[in-house]
């Protein structure tokens, strides 16, 4: 069933999310700005690649840079939706199993599609309950969370930056007083531990940000919103100690997109 609160959503923000939401289009400008569109030699806007980012001097996002390393939670979450799709679907009278096979990973990728579509309008909701332009039940449970965690705070929502090692990004949410705070959507949250919902993944993303803007003392919070009940949440705040090992991490995955893009993104390279 899909939650009411979802009708707050007006088709033109959904747009703005789901427009070119490949991870090849995900660059910024050296002054921190989105690139994600470029018009191309036949006059009509494309994904900024690779070859643009070099000839504009663009630099990659985190999430592209992450891009870069292995999710097993993913992958596991990918299979076990092939193998639903091959044990629910019924193969045709005549099908070959080439043909059924195709057919299992359509509808299994067209599970993964949904789910993505999914997280995109329940971050929209968020985005516009933190930018003042509408609210719902969802933001108005997160904003509670906060204040009773992190009181008298004053909140930046979605905000871009570009860091001078050669990457940028979008922060879903961060304070002044530097606690950086990503949303994540995630399927039948009730019940479940937030610590073991986190991947160093998440770590590294939060730290990156928060190098990008110049902090180092930071606090780091990860928010898991249900897909289906947008009403249930999970919070979990990562500890201090591991700040620093996902900022190294970070940086080490930073220069081994660098090789093997054979493009140095870092500022004034």
Same mark, same amino acid.
């Given at each position: ?6 009708? =707050?959503?007006?088709? /033109? ?36 690649? =690779? ?28 299979? &076990? ?26 509808? /299994? ?52 930056? #570009? ?11 961060? /304070?002044? /007083? ?34 990008? #803007? ?24 990562? &500890?201090? &100690? ?11 995955? =930073? ?8 493009? &140095? ?5």
């Amino acid at each position: 069933m899909i939650n009411k609160q979802e009708e =707050l959503i007006d088709n /033109s923000t959904l747009d703005s999310y789901n427009k070119f939401t490949s991870e090849s289009g995900h660059w910024y400008t050296q002054e921190g700005e989105p690139m994600y569109t470029i018009i191309g030699a036949n006059g009509k806007e494309r994904n900024t690649n =690779l070859r643009d980012a070099k000839k504009e001097n663009l630099v990659p996002s985190v999430t592209t840079i992450l891009g870069m390393i292995a999710k097993p939670a993913l992958e596991n979450w990918k299979i &076990d939706q092939a193998l639903k799709s091959a044990l629910t679907l019924e193969r045709h009278e005549g099908e070959s199993l080439n043909s059924f096979t195709y057919r299992c990973k359509d509808d /299994s990728k067209s599970i993964g599609i949904r789910a993505a579509q999914q997280g995109t309008k329940i971050h929209a909701m968020i985005e516009r309950g933190f930018l003042g332009e509408g609210t719902s039940k969802t933001y108005e449970i997160i904003q509670a969370w906060l204040d009773e965690n992190f009181p008298d705070e004053e909140w930046i929502a979605e905000d871009s930056f #570009c860091a001078e090692s050669g990457y940028g990004g979008k922060i879903d949410l961060y /304070s002044k /007083s530097g606690i950086f705070v990503d949303f994540k959507t995630k399927d039948n949250l009730e019940g479940k531990d937030p610590s073991k919902l986190v991947y160093d993944e998440h770590g590294m993303q939060l730290s990156a940000y928060a190098q990008g #803007c110049g902090f180092t003392d930071v606090e780091r919070v990860s928010i898991f919103v249900d897909r289906k009940n947008t009403e249930l949440i999970a919070c979990h705040i990562w &500890d201090k &100690d591991s700040q620093s090992k996902h900022t190294d991490m970070f940086n080490a995955i =930073l220069d081994y997109w660098k090789l093997v893009k054979n493009y &140095d993104s870092s500022i004034n390279a």
